[in-house]
């Protein structure tokens, strides 16, 4: 048990770490009104990679659990942002910005699912 946690946090780490950095670099290029464009990015990245991850161990090694908790789990798991996503969306609600809490949702679900699809694709 001690090394699954251990596998999970050293991997929710990385992600966790990888995700403020894509958020900052994001944010760099973004105007205020779209600094939910980092949320989206990391969203997306984390929806390819853990298609990818997925794909392949299902592909090459459906039994290894140590990668399933370090990858999927863990960095996975620290890199997206679905809490941030709903904070932003209840946000974009107060303000009444009905046509950006729209087309936010829709884009991130249809091209996270999209991009998890893509990234199974390349794995397997």
């Known amino acids: 048990m001690f090394k699954e946690i251990l596998y999970v946090g ?7 770490i990888l995700r403020f950095l ?8 973004a105007h205020d009104y779209f600094l939910f464009l ?3 990015a990391a969203n997306i990245i984390g929806c390819l990679l853990i298609g990818v991850f997925a794909g392949w161990m299902l592909t090459n ?6 990668f399933r908790l370090l990858f999927i789990v863990g960095f996975c798991g ?15 609600l107060e303000l ?13 679900v249809i091209l996270g699912i ?8 390349i794995a397997g």
């Open 22 to 29: 894509t958020s900052k670099i994001v944010a760099r290029y």
């Open 38 to 40: 980092g949320t989206f």
């Open 96 to 108: 009444g910005q009905w046509p950006l809490l729209l087309g936010y949702t829709l884009f991130s």
């Open 78 to 92: 620290g890199y997206t942002t679905f809490s941030a996503f709903a904070f932003e969306n209840l946000r974009l």
């Open 61 to 66: 090694q459906p039994d290894n659990q140590s």
């Open 10 to 16: 050293l991997g929710g780490g990385i992600g966790s």
């Open 114 to 121: 999209l991009a998890v699809w893509v990234g199974m694709k």
